[in-house]
């Protein structure tokens, strides 16, 4: 059950967009709109940023939004802010009523 | 406000077996599907098992297949995860999740396994 492919880093001045991407496989993100975004501070447990694609919870800025093509997946942050510093992790459901989540992107903001 | 408390974490021999539970709130447990995930320190999110809103299904990664069981208890709201013969690489954070309107909607703060 291997991971989502996702870069290691990513980085970005305040005030500039960044994408991240979540690369899978036709068993999982291409085929099911069920991906999502998560965000972890160190030390903190992972929050939901993005769900069903392009999916925003209440209460997270309308900042993040999230697309798919094919098999990969994408996390937008446009005016990136300090506090959007943290790593990031895609998931995605994969055929068999498994889950998988991405290797993970650490944000810096520079 | 959805909350989930982890517990039963702590140091254990490999070879030998633990019990997680985690206890919810805040929404309705019964009609919800729950998942573990864990996080070995410094590394990413592993989605470990879930069990179906009802109890009847349950689904495992293949790197604990037949050493874990996941189960619900829905009169205390509460889930499980017994753990069996145990491996130094399951050293992680786990972490319960509900899928309310979507999976992992809601985390706890976890409770550290330590096989050692």
């Known amino acids: 059950q291997s991971a989502l492919t996702q870069p290691a880093s990513v980085s970005g001045s305040p005030g500039q967009s960044i994408t991240i991407s979540c690369t899978g496989t036709?068993?999982?993100?291409?085929?099911?709109?069920?991906v999502s975004w998560y965000q972890q501070h160190p030390g903190k447990a992972p929050k939901l940023m993005i769900y069903?694609?392009?999916n925003r919870p209440s209460g997270v800025s309308n900042r993040f939004s999230g697309s798919k093509s094919d098999n990969t997946a994408f996390l937008t942050i446009s005016g990136l802010q300090a506090e959007d510093e943290a790593e990031y992790y895609c998931s995605s459901y994969r055929f068999g009523s498994t889950y998988v989540f991405g290797t993970g992107t650490k944000v810096t903001v520079l | 406000q959805v909350q989930l408390v982890e517990s039963g974490g702590g140091v254990v021999q490999p070879g030998r077996s633990l019990r997680l539970s985690c206890t919810a709130s805040?929404?309705?447990?019964?009609?919800?599907?729950m998942h573990w995930v864990r996080q070995a320190p410094g590394k990413g999110l592993e989605w470990v098992a879930t069990?179906?809103?009802?109890?009847?299904?349950?689904y495992y990664a293949d790197s604990v297949k037949g050493r874990f069981t996941i189960s619900r208890d829905d009169s205390k709201n509460m889930l499980f995860l017994q753990m069996n013969s145990l491996r130094t690489e399951d050293t992680s954070v786990f972490y319960c999740?509900?899928?309310?309107?979507?999976?992992?909607?809601?985390w706890g703060q976890g409770t550290l396994v330590t096989v050692s």
């Open positions: 999740a509900p899928t309310v309107r979507t999976p992992f909607e809601e």
């Open positions: 805040g929404f309705t447990f019964k009609s919800c599907a």
């Open positions: 069903e694609v392009n």
């Open positions: 036709s068993s999982d993100i291409g085929a099911y709109n069920y």
């Open positions: 069990i179906s809103y009802d109890g009847r299904s349950t």
